[in-house]
């Protein structure tokens, strides 16, 4: 009898399925000096190792969250077989578990100790009064919400103490691991990193991860005891939901990428290399593709996916399951709007290729067609690959919004940045204006974006043969 | 050039046969005119007869391709796809489900469009280049460092917050314009201007990063520096030489979307009110109205096209060397 029942969301295996990827690269990269040259240059560069910390805070956090399983509902009485809860629970959520079910009734602005609305409540004595209640969770453990200042001046001590002994922590190891890697004594490695003489930043990478870990800290300790960025309509906490909405923020960025990959390279390459008939139909493709609008094709997929999933109600057997159908319905139709532009690059690389004197020795020795483009054609495009990668990513998330916002983004049940938005486009009108689920989502999707733009932009600088 | 011009129209002809066949298989062959109705009319308490009826009265009840209980060249004409594909190509759009044209829908809500998207796109452009030029001319100074950093943290932004944000500030704190709302004639103009500043202010970010990279590339090449060497100032440089040099980069980015300004923009329209084709299609995606975003398709696809034709028209206006043949 096992205590859970883990869940393979379809979402879940590619992300595994990318890390596996990811893991295999860097492996690949490992073995040959001249893949490592342009990364040694990303990490040479500050702005690229801020943003790449930060974006590895993301990432471990979607990671995460991407680990599901369904706890068992209580034992049936008469021995009949074990029951699984129908909610689908992550690691995250185990962890987040205090933030997860500790739903309010209704808005409460962040550290409020009182609803946002007044409701009518009935004193002992049977007279009514209208007045703002407590809250259930928020601050409820003060006796009186004056202390309320002091009490949050003291949580953020405690989060600070643990974040600054976490990051000491972290210091240590970061400085045996150069250590290590560099043949040194600790010590010497210890003045190397706060020198910074070392090629690569490591005090900033220290810096950042500092900010990080002692922001993080300080935020998990405040959200204990109180919703640190408010409640939502239902009185869901906001700062959860920002959390949870980075799964699927990165979802959207990778996958859509890892589906549309193999097209690209496939059509790109094939129309590049073969010429021909084979050039013109893949144009005829790709222009076809191209000129129906985005946003268009994607809302006449989505309707249609949202009909076919309305008539096969009972394909899936929880909702999350379907919300995860939606998801990675988003990323396939995503992928098939956007592979249009990575083909045509593509395309246009292997006809230069196609003339450059190694594959032209290469035919000659009569080397097959396959051959050439896996080991010489392949390689040498690969650069265009990855800057267009990782330049797609911030697009895409930022697609994610506007997209929930149009109504043809994911599942209305699925945590989003996009969601989020839409749903408080009513609450602006309200007056007083609750602003924190905008205020937000706008301030972990603009980390994610920034942090995604900065990194790809060194990424760019380093791999783009046309800036050397 | 006429030879040519024909050349690529007919060359566009099966692009849009291409497109068309895409949005009947989607629409039709996916998605069945049964499910449609089933949508329309709920999910669970359908009868066999509302469908039929449903069908019947959005014209959905003939074969899909081939009918063959009549006669001769019928047999091709009473179907769906020639009732309901074919007719795009005379820009026969049909009827919504409301029963409204949707052709003359579109002649009318165009133009609100147009005059968001139009002042969006030329002053866009403008204030774009002029950022671009900036950077270009401090490039490599904390001047071009800063304006690339602010370009960066500017395109992070998504553009729903710059809509959002401009409404607040401009509408709600300061009262200046009305949040949303539509009029016609010279009394529109106070529910563009916002709309257009926002549409100008999101989209410099990207524009203005994109040129400044294009001006760059020309920068650094020979006849920049021959012209150095004669001694021109950096502004002429900059005017004279790079500006018209660079215009081939720029023209194929910007030709392109000039015809697509008709469908406007979603998000913006949806947001503040205005009675166009953005906010047209918004409206039919959220009512699940096929035959407007089928025809939203069809027009969209039809426009780009068109751009794309401009782009190489605009090619050899500005550049003598380019003969389309």
Redesign the interface.
């Known amino acids: 009898m096992m205590w859970f029942k883990p869940v393979l969301l379809w979402t879940d295996i590619l992300i595994w399925l990318l890390v596996g990827v990811v893991a295999f690269y860097a492996w690949r990269v490992r073995q040959h000096e001249h893949l490592v040259a342009p990364w040694r240059k990303v990490a040479r560069s500050q702005v690229g190792m801020i943003s790449a910390v930060v974006l590895a805070a993301f990432v471990v956090i979607g990671l995460v969250d991407s680990l599901h399983f369904r706890l068992p509902l209580p034992e049936a009485k008469n021995g009949a077989q074990r029951q699984y809860s129908p909610e689908v629970l992550s690691v995250f959520d185990l962890m987040a578990s205090k933030l997860r079910t500790r739903v309010e009734k209704t808005y409460s602005s962040p550290f409020a100790t009182h609803l946002f609305a007044k409701e009518t409540t009935e004193l002992p004595d049977g007279s009514q009064v209208r007045a703002y209640p407590r809250l259930k969770y928020g601050g409820a453990h003060l006796d009186d919400p004056a202390e309320r200042t002091a009490d949050i001046v003291a949580s953020v001590a405690k989060g600070v103490f643990h974040g600054v002994v976490l990051w000491w922590g972290g210091a240590l190891l970061l400085t045996l691991s150069v250590a290590r890697w560099r043949h040194v004594s600790a010590g010497a490695a210890w003045s190397l990193i706060l020198q910074g003489r070392d090629e690569i930043p490591w005090r900033t990478i220290l810096a950042t991860l500092g900010v990080i870990l002692i922001v993080g800290s300080t935020a998990a300790a405040l959200s204990f005891e109180y919703h640190i960025f408010g409640t939502d309509k239902v009185g869901q906490d906001v700062f959860y939901l920002s959390l949870k909405s980075i799964r699927t923020g990165l979802v959207i960025g990778t996958v859509t990428t890892l589906v549309m990959l193999p097209f690209a390279l496939l059509l790109g390459i094939a129309a590049g290399y073969f010429r021909g008939w084979v050039d013109d139909v893949i144009q005829?493709i790709y222009?076809?593709l191209?000129?129906?609008?985005g946003?268009?094709?994607i809302?006449?997929?989505v309707?249609?996916l949202?009909?076919?999933m309305?008539?096969n109600a009972d394909l899936f057997d929880t909702v999350n399951a379907r919300a995860d159908m939606r998801l990675l319905f988003l990323c396939l139709i995503l992928g098939l709007t956007s592979w249009t532009g990575l083909c045509r690059l593509l395309r246009g690389e292997a006809m230069k290729l196609r003339e450059a004197d190694f594959i032209q020795a290469a035919t000659a020795f009569g080397v097959g067609h396959l051959r050439i483009i896996l080991r010489h054609i392949l390689p040498n495009v690969m650069h265009i690959v990855l800057i267009t990668v990782v330049l797609e990513f911030?697009g895409l998330v930022?697609a994610e919004?506007?997209l929930s916002?149009?109504?043809?983004g994911v599942d209305p049940t699925t945590q989003s940045?996009g969601n989020m938005?839409n749903a408080?486009?009513l609450e602006?009108a309200r007056e007083p204006?609750v602003w924190w689920s905008?205020a937000a989502a706008?301030s972990f999707?603009?980390t994610l974006?920034?942090s995604a733009?900065?990194f790809a932009?060194s990424v760019r600088d380093a791999f783009d043969p046309r800036l050397k | 050039m006429i030879a040519y011009i024909l050349r690529r129209i007919l060359y566009a002809i099966p692009i849009l046969i291409g497109v068309n066949l895409l949005t009947f298989v989607l629409f039709f062959v996916v998605n069945t005119p049964d499910n449609m109705a089933r949508i329309h009319l709920g999910i669970k308490h359908v009868t066999p007869d509302a469908i039929a009826k449903w069908k019947h009265e959005h014209g959905y009840d003939k074969p899909l391709l081939w009918n063959e209980s009549v006669d001769g060249v019928n047999k091709a004409t009473e179907t769906i796809f020639f009732d309901k594909s074919v007719g795009m190509f005379a820009f026969r759009f049909g009827r919504s489900d409301e029963g409204r044209d949707i052709g003359r829908d579109i002649g009318t809500r165009m133009w609100p469009s147009l005059a968001i998207a139009l002042p969006v796109f030329l002053v866009g452009l403008a204030v774009n280049i002029t950022f671009a030029m900036l950077m270009a001319f401090f490039r490599a100074t904390y001047i071009d460092f800063s304006g690339v950093v602010l370009c960066v943290a500017m395109m992070s932004i998504s553009g729903l917050f710059y809509i959002i944000g401009g409404q607040y500030l401009v509408s709600k704190m300061l009262h200046l314009v009305p949040i949303s709302g539509f009029d016609s004639g010279t009394n529109a103009l106070k529910f563009i201007v916002l709309p257009v500043l926002i549409g100008v202010i999101g989209g410099i970010g990207s524009g203005s990063r994109w040129y400044r990279t294009i001006f760059l590339e020309e920068t650094s090449k020979d006849y920049v520096r021959t012209a150095r060497a004669k001694g021109l100032s950096e502004l002429r440089v900059l005017f004279g030489h790079v500006l018209k040099n660079a215009m081939i980069p720029i023209l194929t980015g910007v030709v392109v979307v000039i015809p697509s300004l008709f469908m406007g923009s979603l998000v913006t329209e949806s947001f503040f009110g205005i009675p166009g084709l953005g906010s047209y299609t918004i409206n039919a995606i959220n009512a699940q109205d096929f035959a407007v975003v089928r025809a939203m398709v069809f027009l969209g696809s039809f426009l780009y096209i068109v751009g794309l034709v401009l782009t190489d028209i605009s090619y050899t206006l500005v550049d003598p060397r380019i003969r389309l043949e």
């Open positions: 005829y222009t076809t191209n000129s129906i609008p946003v268009l094709l809302a006449a997929a309707l249609i949202q009909v076919y309305d008539s911030s930022l919004a506007v916002y149009v109504g043809v940045w938005i408080a486009r602006m204006m905008l706008f999707m603009f974006v920034l733009n900065l932009d």
